[in-house]
Protein backbone atom coordinates (compact mmCIF):
# COMPACT_ATOMS: atom_id res chain seq x y z
CA UNK A 1 0.00 0.00 0.00
CA UNK A 2 2.89 2.37 1.00
CA UNK A 3 6.24 2.28 0.81
CA UNK A 4 8.63 2.30 3.94
CA UNK A 5 9.29 6.07 3.85
CA UNK A 6 6.02 7.49 3.97
CA UNK A 7 5.29 4.20 6.70
CA UNK A 8 7.98 5.67 8.50
CA UNK A 9 6.86 10.05 8.27
CA UNK A 10 3.50 9.29 8.95
CA UNK A 11 4.41 6.90 12.25
CA UNK A 12 6.97 9.82 13.55
CA UNK A 13 4.42 11.71 13.26
CA UNK A 14 1.62 10.11 15.46
CA UNK A 15 3.84 7.93 17.95
CA UNK A 16 6.73 10.62 17.97
CA UNK A 17 5.30 13.98 17.68
CA UNK A 18 1.79 13.20 19.17
CA UNK A 19 0.47 14.51 16.05
CA UNK A 20 -3.14 13.39 16.45
CA UNK A 21 -4.63 10.90 13.14
CA UNK A 22 -7.12 13.12 11.33
CA UNK A 23 -4.58 15.84 11.15
CA UNK A 24 -2.11 13.45 9.84
CA UNK A 25 -4.82 12.58 7.61
CA UNK A 26 -5.40 16.77 6.36
CA UNK A 27 -1.69 17.02 5.83
CA UNK A 28 -1.53 14.02 3.73
CA UNK A 29 -5.03 14.84 1.99
CA UNK A 30 -5.83 11.19 2.57
CA UNK A 31 -8.59 9.97 5.23
CA UNK A 32 -8.49 9.13 8.96
CA UNK A 33 -9.08 5.42 8.42
CA UNK A 34 -5.71 5.44 5.81
CA UNK A 35 -3.98 6.93 8.75
CA UNK A 36 -4.61 3.98 10.48
CA UNK A 37 -4.38 1.31 8.03
CA UNK A 38 -0.80 2.81 7.46
CA UNK A 39 -0.13 3.10 11.06
CA UNK A 40 -0.70 -0.76 11.23
CA UNK A 41 0.95 -1.85 8.26
CA UNK A 42 4.28 0.25 9.70
CA UNK A 43 3.92 -2.01 12.71
CA UNK A 44 2.97 -5.20 11.00
CA UNK A 45 6.52 -4.61 8.95
CA UNK A 46 8.54 -4.12 11.77
CA UNK A 47 8.92 0.36 11.19
CA UNK A 48 7.30 0.67 13.94
CA UNK A 49 9.02 -1.46 17.44
CA UNK A 50 9.08 0.72 20.23
CA UNK A 51 10.68 3.51 17.87
CA UNK A 52 9.84 4.27 14.74
CA UNK A 53 12.75 2.89 12.35
CA UNK A 54 13.43 5.64 9.91
CA UNK A 55 14.82 5.13 6.42
CA UNK A 56 17.83 7.80 6.93
CA UNK A 57 20.73 8.45 9.65
CA UNK A 58 18.68 10.45 11.86
CA UNK A 59 18.92 11.70 15.38
CA UNK A 60 15.48 11.19 16.63
CA UNK A 61 16.00 13.03 20.05
CA UNK A 62 17.62 15.93 18.31
CA UNK A 63 14.78 16.00 15.88
CA UNK A 64 11.75 16.42 18.32
CA UNK A 65 14.13 18.68 20.90
CA UNK A 66 14.82 20.77 17.70
CA UNK A 67 11.12 20.65 16.92
CA UNK A 68 9.51 21.29 20.57
CA UNK A 69 12.51 24.26 21.08
CA UNK A 70 11.67 26.18 18.04
CA UNK A 71 7.94 25.28 17.61
CA UNK A 72 7.96 23.46 14.38
CA UNK A 73 5.75 21.31 12.81
CA UNK A 74 8.64 18.73 11.56
CA UNK A 75 12.48 18.60 11.81
CA UNK A 76 14.40 16.18 10.56
CA UNK A 77 18.44 16.01 11.97
CA UNK A 78 20.63 13.92 10.22
CA UNK A 79 23.96 12.28 10.83
CA UNK A 80 25.93 14.17 7.68
CA UNK A 81 29.72 14.80 8.49
CA UNK A 82 30.12 18.57 7.51
CA UNK A 83 32.62 17.60 4.09
CA UNK A 84 32.47 18.55 0.17
CA UNK A 85 29.55 16.00 -0.08
CA UNK A 86 27.16 17.61 2.36
CA UNK A 87 24.95 19.56 -0.15
CA UNK A 88 24.86 16.58 -2.14
CA UNK A 89 24.03 14.10 0.81
CA UNK A 90 21.54 16.77 2.25
CA UNK A 91 20.01 17.28 -1.07
CA UNK A 92 19.48 13.72 -1.45
CA UNK A 93 17.32 13.50 1.77
CA UNK A 94 15.46 16.17 0.93
CA UNK A 95 14.34 14.56 -2.29
CA UNK A 96 13.22 11.68 0.23
CA UNK A 97 11.06 13.83 2.20
CA UNK A 98 9.68 15.74 -0.62
CA UNK A 99 8.22 13.04 -2.79
CA UNK A 100 6.41 11.42 0.33
CA UNK A 101 4.84 15.30 0.99
CA UNK A 102 3.85 16.27 -2.31
CA UNK A 103 -0.04 15.99 -3.50
CA UNK A 104 -0.07 13.70 -6.64
CA UNK A 105 -2.85 15.84 -8.24
CA UNK A 106 -2.85 19.64 -8.62
CA UNK A 107 0.16 20.45 -6.49
CA UNK A 108 1.79 23.87 -5.70
CA UNK A 109 5.49 24.37 -5.17
CA UNK A 110 7.32 27.41 -4.59
CA UNK A 111 11.08 27.17 -5.50
CA UNK A 112 14.12 29.81 -3.81
CA UNK A 113 17.70 28.71 -5.01
CA UNK A 114 20.85 27.43 -3.45
CA UNK A 115 23.78 24.67 -3.30
CA UNK A 116 21.59 22.22 -1.52
CA UNK A 117 18.75 22.85 -3.41
CA UNK A 118 19.86 22.69 -6.55
CA UNK A 119 21.09 19.22 -5.46
CA UNK A 120 17.30 18.41 -3.95
CA UNK A 121 16.41 19.33 -7.37
CA UNK A 122 18.97 16.94 -9.41
CA UNK A 123 18.14 14.08 -6.74
CA UNK A 124 14.66 14.35 -7.29
CA UNK A 125 13.36 11.49 -8.99
CA UNK A 126 11.20 11.70 -12.57
CA UNK A 127 7.46 11.28 -11.48
CA UNK A 128 4.12 11.88 -12.92
CA UNK A 129 2.39 14.63 -10.34
CA UNK A 130 -1.20 15.57 -12.47
CA UNK A 131 -1.43 18.93 -12.95
CA UNK A 132 1.85 19.80 -10.70
CA UNK A 133 2.86 23.86 -10.71
CA UNK A 134 5.97 25.32 -9.96
CA UNK A 135 6.89 28.85 -8.62
CA UNK A 136 10.00 30.79 -8.64
CA UNK A 137 9.96 32.68 -5.26
CA UNK A 138 12.92 34.84 -5.88
CA UNK A 139 14.40 36.95 -8.61
CA UNK A 140 16.93 35.49 -11.27
CA UNK A 141 20.44 35.87 -11.62
CA UNK A 142 23.14 34.71 -13.25
CA UNK A 143 24.33 31.99 -11.34
CA UNK A 144 28.17 31.20 -10.81
CA UNK A 145 27.70 27.07 -10.84
CA UNK A 146 25.69 25.32 -13.26
CA UNK A 147 21.88 24.45 -11.71
CA UNK A 148 22.29 27.36 -9.00
CA UNK A 149 20.27 30.01 -10.04
CA UNK A 150 16.03 30.21 -9.27
CA UNK A 151 15.90 29.96 -12.98
CA UNK A 152 18.21 26.95 -12.92
CA UNK A 153 16.28 25.11 -10.32
CA UNK A 154 12.57 25.68 -11.33
CA UNK A 155 13.55 24.62 -15.07
CA UNK A 156 15.03 21.57 -13.64
CA UNK A 157 12.33 20.73 -11.61
CA UNK A 158 9.45 21.00 -13.92
CA UNK A 159 11.70 18.49 -16.14
CA UNK A 160 11.35 16.09 -12.99
CA UNK A 161 7.81 16.66 -12.30
CA UNK A 162 6.55 17.17 -15.31
CA UNK A 163 5.12 20.55 -14.10
CA UNK A 164 3.60 23.64 -15.43
CA UNK A 165 6.31 26.83 -14.66
CA UNK A 166 6.03 30.16 -13.34
CA UNK A 167 8.99 32.05 -13.82
CA UNK A 168 9.15 35.15 -11.89
CA UNK A 169 10.20 37.76 -15.26
CA UNK A 170 12.28 40.14 -13.07
CA UNK A 171 16.29 40.42 -11.93
CA UNK A 172 17.02 39.55 -7.92
CA UNK A 173 17.06 43.46 -7.50
CA UNK A 174 15.13 45.67 -10.08
CA UNK A 175 17.65 48.75 -10.99
CA UNK A 176 14.69 51.38 -9.43
CA UNK A 177 11.80 51.40 -7.16
CA UNK A 178 9.39 52.41 -10.49
CA UNK A 179 11.34 49.42 -12.77
CA UNK A 180 10.35 47.31 -9.50
CA UNK A 181 7.18 48.03 -9.30
CA UNK A 182 6.23 47.78 -13.18
CA UNK A 183 7.78 44.54 -13.22
CA UNK A 184 5.91 43.40 -10.23
CA UNK A 185 2.84 44.28 -12.15
CA UNK A 186 3.19 41.97 -14.69
CA UNK A 187 0.48 39.77 -14.50
CA UNK A 188 2.39 36.76 -14.38
CA UNK A 189 4.41 38.38 -11.79
CA UNK A 190 1.26 39.33 -9.72
CA UNK A 191 -0.10 35.38 -10.26
CA UNK A 192 3.62 33.96 -8.69
CA UNK A 193 2.31 36.75 -5.97
CA UNK A 194 -0.82 34.99 -5.39
CA UNK A 195 0.15 31.21 -5.97
CA UNK A 196 3.11 31.52 -3.54
CA UNK A 197 1.00 32.43 -0.43
CA UNK A 198 -1.26 29.10 -0.77
CA UNK A 199 1.64 26.38 -1.84
CA UNK A 200 1.85 22.85 -0.78
CA UNK A 201 5.61 23.53 -0.41
CA UNK A 202 7.47 26.25 -0.49
CA UNK A 203 11.80 25.33 -0.22
CA UNK A 204 13.78 28.18 0.65
CA UNK A 205 17.69 28.56 1.42
CA UNK A 206 19.30 30.49 4.09
CA UNK A 207 22.68 32.14 3.53
CA UNK A 208 24.96 33.99 6.23
CA UNK A 209 26.57 37.34 5.12
CA UNK A 210 29.64 36.03 3.35
CA UNK A 211 31.48 37.28 0.34
CA UNK A 212 31.28 33.40 -0.18
CA UNK A 213 27.56 33.51 -1.40
CA UNK A 214 26.06 33.04 -5.14
CA UNK A 215 24.72 36.46 -4.63
CA UNK A 216 28.48 37.74 -3.94
CA UNK A 217 30.21 36.02 -6.19
CA UNK A 218 27.63 36.44 -9.17
CA UNK A 219 27.85 40.21 -8.57
CA UNK A 220 24.26 40.83 -7.56
CA UNK A 221 25.43 41.86 -4.48
CA UNK A 222 28.43 44.41 -4.79
CA UNK A 223 31.33 45.02 -2.79
CA UNK A 224 29.90 48.67 -1.32
CA UNK A 225 26.26 46.54 -0.81
CA UNK A 226 28.34 44.11 1.20
CA UNK A 227 30.03 46.92 3.36
CA UNK A 228 26.38 48.18 3.96
CA UNK A 229 24.91 45.05 5.00
CA UNK A 230 28.16 44.57 7.54
CA UNK A 231 27.40 48.00 8.42
CA UNK A 232 23.72 47.83 9.31
CA UNK A 233 24.43 43.84 11.34
CA UNK A 234 22.55 41.66 8.67
CA UNK A 235 23.11 38.77 9.85
CA UNK A 236 22.37 37.43 6.15
CA UNK A 237 19.68 36.33 3.78
CA UNK A 238 16.48 33.79 3.94
CA UNK A 239 15.19 33.34 0.55
CA UNK A 240 16.90 36.54 -0.93
CA UNK A 241 15.62 38.76 2.01
CA UNK A 242 18.41 40.26 4.27
CA UNK A 243 17.83 40.28 8.11
CA UNK A 244 18.52 42.11 11.09
CA UNK A 245 20.37 40.96 13.94
CA UNK A 246 17.16 40.46 15.34
CA UNK A 247 16.14 37.94 12.35
CA UNK A 248 13.75 40.67 10.98
CA UNK A 249 13.71 41.94 7.21
CA UNK A 250 16.66 44.71 7.09
CA UNK A 251 15.93 48.19 5.80
CA UNK A 252 18.61 48.94 3.64
CA UNK A 253 19.11 50.44 0.30
CA UNK A 254 17.66 47.75 -2.14
CA UNK A 255 15.05 46.79 0.57
CA UNK A 256 12.01 48.10 -1.97
CA UNK A 257 14.34 46.85 -4.96
CA UNK A 258 13.76 43.29 -4.20
CA UNK A 259 11.79 41.75 -6.75
CA UNK A 260 11.09 38.61 -5.12
CA UNK A 261 7.93 36.84 -2.98
CA UNK A 262 7.84 38.47 0.43
CA UNK A 263 8.42 35.86 3.20
CA UNK A 264 5.58 36.16 5.38
CA UNK A 265 3.82 35.53 2.08
CA UNK A 266 5.60 32.46 1.53
CA UNK A 267 5.69 31.32 5.60
CA UNK A 268 1.99 30.83 4.64
CA UNK A 269 1.96 28.30 2.95
CA UNK A 270 1.14 24.40 4.07
CA UNK A 271 4.62 22.86 4.49
CA UNK A 272 7.54 26.18 4.25
CA UNK A 273 10.99 24.12 4.19
CA UNK A 274 13.83 25.59 4.89
CA UNK A 275 17.25 23.68 4.92
CA UNK A 276 20.76 24.28 6.37
CA UNK A 277 23.60 22.68 6.93
CA UNK A 278 26.76 24.27 7.45
CA UNK A 279 27.99 24.82 10.71
CA UNK A 280 28.58 29.01 9.26
CA UNK A 281 24.99 29.64 9.11
CA UNK A 282 24.43 28.42 13.26
CA UNK A 283 23.76 32.53 14.57
CA UNK A 284 21.25 32.90 10.88
CA UNK A 285 19.45 29.64 12.47
CA UNK A 286 19.16 30.89 15.88
CA UNK A 287 17.51 34.20 15.15
CA UNK A 288 15.18 32.80 12.71
CA UNK A 289 14.02 29.22 13.72
CA UNK A 290 11.36 30.72 16.09
CA UNK A 291 10.31 33.51 13.58
CA UNK A 292 7.73 31.38 11.81
CA UNK A 293 9.01 31.93 8.34
CA UNK A 294 9.27 28.54 7.83
CA UNK A 295 7.51 25.58 9.89
CA UNK A 296 9.98 22.59 8.87
CA UNK A 297 13.92 22.47 9.30
CA UNK A 298 16.20 20.01 7.47
CA UNK A 299 19.82 20.41 8.98
CA UNK A 300 22.62 18.25 10.29
CA UNK A 301 23.23 16.90 13.78
CA UNK A 302 26.02 19.25 14.58
CA UNK A 303 24.73 22.09 13.49
CA UNK A 304 21.47 21.45 15.57
CA UNK A 305 23.40 20.33 18.67
CA UNK A 306 24.74 24.16 18.26
CA UNK A 307 21.50 25.51 18.18
CA UNK A 308 19.91 23.56 21.15
Known sequence: MSNDRLLAIVSKMYYIDK?????????FNISSMMVSRIL???????????HVKMPWQVDMDLSTTMRKKYGLEDSYVFEIPEDNELSLRLGSYMADYFTQILPKKNAIVGLSWGNTISKFMQALPYMQVENCSLVQLTGSFASVNSMLSSTDVINGASKKLDGHIYVLNAPLYAASKYMRDNLLSDPVNKLIMQM?????????????????????????ITPED?????????????AGTFLDSGGN???WSKSNLN????????????YVICVAGEMRKAE??????????????LTTKELAKELV
Do not use: M, W
Open 226 to 238: YDELQSLKSIGDL
Open 40 to 50: KEAETCGIVNF
Open 259 to 270: TGVPLQRISNAH
Open 196 to 220: AEKSDINIIGVSDLSVHASTFKSGV
Open 249 to 251: PLK
Open 284 to 297: ILKKICGKKYFNVL
Open 19 to 27: VKQNEIAKR
